[in-house]
């Protein structure tokens, strides 16, 4: 099983329409991050969380909000879904550098595809 | 954050080394350099990262500049499971407790049989 597993992989929707994007994960992280990639384009930082009372912006937050359900879990919600939020997201944890001699390095799941018509 | 910049794209012949440049002029004192790839249809996954010294892992080097100011990827023998999107990333020291990875576009690495 994948240690960072995200639900739905693929979702199609209509303009307005209110859309959730399920991340949980096994790896004991207290750290999650919501990524997206548009085509061509690297990734950008949504939203993360060092743990379940800490929730952060990144660079593109508007349009969207989380939810950290527990230390496993890092929702992310589109309240009104709109066509320019059609991309793949991307779920990602990682532990504290320098923890145990741990590089910090991020976990990815496979990715959530999401078109809005 | 500082930038990178890296090739757009780049091709290897199987079992040759690769090496992928990446620029980071104003790279600051505390920033590490890091590196991950993305195979088609994947989330990114963790190459390599280092502050000064070279480094060396099971599945690359990283060669740094002595300034600092450029680092190169290298692959000893390229598979062609090793295409992908690599991407160089500064990651400030200030940063570094919160995971916090700015992305570029990346070099796409094409390998050839």
């Known amino acids: 099983d994948a240690d960072v597993t995200q639900t739905p992989r693929n979702r199609i929707t209509k303009t307005g329409k209110r859309i959730m994007l399920e991340c949980s994960q096994t790896?004991?992280?207290?750290?999650m991050y919501w990524y997206r990639q548009d085509p061509g384009l690297g990734l950008r930082l949504i939203y993360y969380?060092?743990?379940?009372?800490?929730?952060n912006k990144g660079e593109i937050s508007d349009g969207y909000s989380v939810s950290r359900q527990a230390q496993a879990k890092f929702s992310l919600s589109l309240e009104s879904a709109i066509p320019n939020q059609t991309a793949l997201y991307f779920c990602?944890?990682?532990?504290?550098?320098?923890?145990?001699?741990?590089?910090?390095?991020?976990?990815f799941g496979e990715g959530s595809r999401l078109t809005v018509l | 954050d500082a930038k990178t910049t890296q090739p757009n794209s780049m091709e290897s012949n199987e079992e040759e080394p690769v090496h992928l440049p990446c620029n980071h002029s104003?790279?600051?004192?505390?920033?590490?350099i890091h590196w991950y790839r993305q195979l088609p249809s994947q989330g990114p996954e963790y190459v390599i990262h280092?502050?000064?010294s070279n480094v060396n892992n099971r599945m690359a080097s990283l060669a740094i500049a002595e300034d600092r100011k450029s680092s190169t990827l290298i692959l000893h023998r390229a598979t062609l499971r090793d295409a992908a999107v690599y991407y160089c990333?500064?990651?400030?020291?200030?940063?570094?407790?919160?995971?916090?990875?700015?992305f570029g576009q990346g070099t796409t690495l094409q390998v050839k049989p």
């Open positions: 969380s060092f743990d379940v009372k800490d929730i």
């Open positions: 280092g502050l000064t």
């Open positions: 990602a944890t990682s532990d504290l550098q320098g923890r145990g001699g741990n590089t910090g390095e991020l976990f």
């Open positions: 990333i500064l990651r400030a020291s200030t940063s570094g407790n919160t995971g916090k990875l700015i």
């Open positions: 790896k004991g992280h207290d750290r």
């Open positions: 104003t790279i600051s004192g505390t920033d590490y």
